[in-house]
C-alpha cells in the first residue's frame, strides 16, 4: 500500500566482472518529493554460493506528531549483508 498516488521506479544492473554483479533500484513519489535509493552488489563466491550486501536509503520530510509528511522520509536507512545458498 502506497500513500503516493504518483510514483516513479527504476532499475539499473550491470557486471563489473563475471563473478561480481551491481545494482541501482530507486523509487520516488511525485506527491511528497519523497525516495527512496537502494544500491547493491552480489558476489558468486562458489557455484551454489552468492554473498550479497546493500543498503536502502530513504529521503524526505521526516514525521512530525501524527503527520506522515512523506511516504519514505519515515523509513530510517538501513544497511545488510547476507549470504544465499543455493540447493
Not at 34 to 39: A, D
Request: charged share 15%; net charge negative; proline share 5%.
Amino acid at each position: 500500500l502506497a500513500a503516493n498516488r504518483h510514483a516513479s521506479g527504476l532499475l539499473v544492473s550491470y557486471d563489473f566482472f563475471p563473478l561480481l554483479q551491481g545494482s541501482l533500484a530507486a523509487i520516488g513519489g511525485w506527491d511528497d518529493r519523497s525516495f527512496v535509493i537502494q544500491p547493491g552488489l552480489r558476489y558468486s563466491a562458489a557455484d551454489e554460493v552468492d554473498v550479497v550486501a546493500g543498503a536502502a536509503l530513504s529521503f524526505g520530510e521526516a514525521p512530525d506528531g501524527f503527520s506522515l509528511r512523506s511516504e519514505y522520509g519515515s523509513r530510517p536507512h538501513f544497511f545488510y549483508v547476507e549470504s544465499v545458498i543455493y540447493f
